[in-house]
Structure formats: C-alpha cells, structure tokens
C-alpha cells in the first residue's frame, strides 16, 4: 500500500476493529445472541440516537454528564444512547404496550459514554444484554443473574466472580440515618468510587453518631458469602434494610436451583453507575482485570416514568471487555476459522470459481486468488491470510 505521511485521525474514544478482533467479536457475539434465544429472549434493534428527553426521562438528569449530545436541523436536542436499558424500557412502554407480560428482550449493539477511555472500554462500545421487564422479585433477578453467568461462560470466560448486592440495604441505612440528600449522594459517590479515605471525611463532618458512622464506613468491605448475611441482618434494625438482605437471600435460594451460586458472593457495597436501580444490582469480574466485565440489576421505577408501570431487571455485558478477559487468559481462538484459499496458474479462473462456490455450498469459507500464481507463491499467501488450506488448480 501507498506509504503516506498523513495519517487520518478517529475521535478521542472510539476504535477500529480490524479484521481478526471484528471475527473475534463477530463470534463471541453470535455465541451469546443464540444462548439469548435459548432463553427464550427476542432481539430488539432501537436508534443509536434518542431525544435527550428519553434518555434522561428514564435515567435520571445525572446520565447527562456522560452524554454526547447535539441538535438536529429543528434545534431538538439529541444524545447518543448511553446504554440499551432506557431505549428498550422506551420500546416496551410504547410499541410493545399490548404485548403480554413478561417481555423478554435482548440486545447486541454500541453504546456511548463521554467518559475516560480505557482499556476494554472506549466511549463507544459494545454491549450484549437482556431487559426482563413485567417480572417482580426474586425469580427475575435470579434469572438474569443465571444468564449472566451462563453468557461468561458462553463467551469463553472459565474464571470470574459475580459480587452481588442491593442498593436498598445501603439506601435504609442512609434513611434511618437522617443524613440530608447531598450528603447521601457524597457518601454514594464515595461507596461507587471505593474511595474509603474520602468517605471517611465526609462521615466525619456529618453529625451523625459514631456508630452510624461505622456502620457506613463499613459498608464497602462488607462482602463474602451467603453467612456474611446473618452478620449484616444483626447490624441493622431499619426495615428497609432487612428486607433486602431477605430478598439476597430468596435470590440466592434460586441461584442454587440453577446451580450457578459457586460463581456468586455478596458485595453490600456495589453502587452502579446509572441511579436507576431499586434492588439487587450486581457486577462480574475476572482476575487481572479490575473493571467489570457485566453488570445489571433490577429497576422497578424506569417503566414507571414512560407512563407504563411494571418492575424490570436486567444486565449487559462489555463485549471488548470480554474479549480482552479472554485475550489476557490466552484465550484468543474464538475468531473464525478461515478454511481454503483456491489459488490458480494462468487460464484456470473460471475452475477456481467453480471449485469455490462447491465448498462454499458445503459452508466452507474460501478467498479465491485476484491473479494467477505459482503454486509456491499461492502456498506464501495462504500462510499470510491465515488458511488452513490450499488448493491449486494445476493446468488442464
Ligand atoms: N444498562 C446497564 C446494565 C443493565 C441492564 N439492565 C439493567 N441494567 C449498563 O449498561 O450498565
């Protein structure tokens, strides 16, 4: 190819994936989509643009911060979609109306966060995932979080951990507490950036009393089996509280059922990023990667506030962050097999398009050469591209 100084540039967070990371993709991809259908989901395909409305309608104003917005020719304001959840929550509570509850729907697509990028995790990035939506409690939950584990695994991953808390525990104890709403949100602040130091301070100038105040900065290191729920259920008496420790537990109860609860510990200090939820929310993670892989949890308020009220839950799965999950544990043999590359001497085209299209039709995947060749210098590219064979068509 042409050796040019100019070198085009692509916007800060996004990426290319060139062609054996987009077979790698392509592949974990269609792996989850048919677990997906398996499990009785349906693929929904929604805008990549919404109406900033939307999005913040279902998220809350502070989704805003991470969006990428702008304005379309009649000066409505736009924003790319953060995530799938409120598009899809959007779907449900309009076009899908009448359908008969529950729904169950997945998705395959780009999200985007003006956020830092990262390794695993661009501004635009892709996301696999399911909303459950019209299902309350328990079974729900302990559905999705089974399908969570099984799309690990689907996906090559044999390590990984899901930390499994609720976000009303931590919202009873904040309650009870009386602290005032600016506080609350520092303290969730601190809790979602595991900044222990910080939380400390915030605790120490907020009145409260010293054993409230243990009590919360304990929170982020309460984490460990199912017993560590009896710990927790002696260190609180608010009502809100208890009960969700009781709804882990009935969770947990199912997660045995499905035999998945070896991957599963309790973590009563996860925040997630979006404030959408209102119970169980849960994230997975693999050694040597310190972010999650997925994440989810129930929200029963979004359908709600599109005028369509039913309890939801859900997760997503970072498909890049998968794929370097994998990449670090040596497991990179998802892309696609490249089968045959037909190669030919002068004259012999047309048997090399014919031979072709045979294998084709037996699901072959086959490159035929662009020109004539020798057989040494078709032998040279097949080992370039990466076939697993060749086949030379001699002279007649
Ligand atoms: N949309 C969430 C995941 C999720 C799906 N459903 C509920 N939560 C995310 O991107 O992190």
């Given at each position: 190819m042409n050796q040019n100084e100019f070198v085009p540039q692509i916007p800060y967070g996004t990426r290319d994936f060139l062609p054996r990371e987009a077979s790698r993709k392509r592949a974990i991809e269609a792996a989850l989509a048919g677990m997906f259908v398996r499990w009785g989901y349906d693929e929904v395909v929604t805008p990549t643009i919404e109406y900033l409305d939307t999005l913040t309608l279902g998220?809350?104003?502070?989704?805003?911060?991470n969006l990428f917005k702008f304005f379309d020719k009649n000066n409505h304001l736009l924003a790319l979609r953060p995530d799938m959840t409120t598009p899809i929550a959007r779907v449900a509570a309009s076009?899908?109306?009448?359908?008969?509850?529950?729904l169950k729907l997945f998705y395959l697509t780009n999200v985007f966060r003006?956020?830092?990028?990262?390794a695993g995790r661009q501004c635009e990035f892709y996301q696999a995932g399911v909303e459950l939506m019209g299902a309350a409690g328990p079974t729900g939950d302990a559905e999705v979080i089974a399908l969570a584990v099984e799309s690990m695994r689907e996906a090559g991953l044999a390590e990984f951990q899901i930390s499994l808390g609720q976000v009303e525990f931590i919202n009873g104890i904040m309650e009870e507490s009386g602290l005032a709403l600016q506080q609350r949100q520092q303290v969730k602040l601190a809790m979602l950036t595991r900044d222990l130091v910080g939380l400390g301070e915030i605790l120490a100038i907020s009145g409260l009393s010293r054993e409230v105040q243990h009590l919360l900065q304990r929170i982020p290191v309460w984490?460990?089996?199912?017993d560590m729920l009896d710990q927790a259920l002696t260190m609180v008496t608010n009502e809100k509280s208890r009960g969700a420790l009781a709804n882990l537990a009935e969770i947990y109860q199912l997660l045995k059922v499905y035999g998945v609860e070896q991957y599963v510990t309790f973590d009563l200090g996860i925040i997630r990023d979006f404030d959408y939820y209102t119970g169980m929310v849960f994230e997975g993670y693999t050694p040597g990667l310190g972010f999650p892989l997925c994440g989810g949890g129930r929200y029963d308020q979004m359908l709600n506030s599109f005028g369509a009220g039913a309890p939801a839950t859900g997760f997503a799965l970072g498909i890049e962050r998968i794929m370097l999950a994998l990449e670090r544990q040596g497991k990179t043999d998802k892309a696609e097999a490249k089968n045959f590359y037909v190669a030919w001497p002068s004259g012999r085209l047309a048997a090399a398009i014919t031979k072709a299209g045979q294998l084709r039709k037996s699901g072959y995947s086959v490159e035929v050469a662009c020109q004539a060749q020798t057989e040494r210098e078709a032998a040279a590219s097949q080992t370039d591209k990466g076939f697993e064979r060749l086949i030379y068509l001699t002279e007649d």
């Amino acid at each position: 190819m042409n050796q040019n100084e100019f070198v085009p540039q692509i916007p800060y967070g996004t990426r290319d994936f060139l062609p054996r990371e987009a077979s790698r993709k392509r592949a974990i991809e269609a792996a989850l989509a048919g677990m997906f259908v398996r499990w009785g989901y349906d693929e929904v395909v929604t805008p990549t643009i919404e109406y900033l409305d939307t999005l913040t309608l279902g998220a809350g104003c502070e989704v805003q911060q991470n969006l990428f917005k702008f304005f379309d020719k009649n000066n409505h304001l736009l924003a790319l979609r953060p995530d799938m959840t409120t598009p899809i929550a959007r779907v449900a509570a309009s076009r899908l109306r009448e359908s008969p509850l529950p729904l169950k729907l997945f998705y395959l697509t780009n999200v985007f966060r003006y956020e830092q990028a990262q390794a695993g995790r661009q501004c635009e990035f892709y996301q696999a995932g399911v909303e459950l939506m019209g299902a309350a409690g328990p079974t729900g939950d302990a559905e999705v979080i089974a399908l969570a584990v099984e799309s690990m695994r689907e996906a090559g991953l044999a390590e990984f951990q899901i930390s499994l808390g609720q976000v009303e525990f931590i919202n009873g104890i904040m309650e009870e507490s009386g602290l005032a709403l600016q506080q609350r949100q520092q303290v969730k602040l601190a809790m979602l950036t595991r900044d222990l130091v910080g939380l400390g301070e915030i605790l120490a100038i907020s009145g409260l009393s010293r054993e409230v105040q243990h009590l919360l900065q304990r929170i982020p290191v309460w984490h460990g089996r199912e017993d560590m729920l009896d710990q927790a259920l002696t260190m609180v008496t608010n009502e809100k509280s208890r009960g969700a420790l009781a709804n882990l537990a009935e969770i947990y109860q199912l997660l045995k059922v499905y035999g998945v609860e070896q991957y599963v510990t309790f973590d009563l200090g996860i925040i997630r990023d979006f404030d959408y939820y209102t119970g169980m929310v849960f994230e997975g993670y693999t050694p040597g990667l310190g972010f999650p892989l997925c994440g989810g949890g129930r929200y029963d308020q979004m359908l709600n506030s599109f005028g369509a009220g039913a309890p939801a839950t859900g997760f997503a799965l970072g498909i890049e962050r998968i794929m370097l999950a994998l990449e670090r544990q040596g497991k990179t043999d998802k892309a696609e097999a490249k089968n045959f590359y037909v190669a030919w001497p002068s004259g012999r085209l047309a048997a090399a398009i014919t031979k072709a299209g045979q294998l084709r039709k037996s699901g072959y995947s086959v490159e035929v050469a662009c020109q004539a060749q020798t057989e040494r210098e078709a032998a040279a590219s097949q080992t370039d591209k990466g076939f697993e064979r060749l086949i030379y068509l001699t002279e007649d």
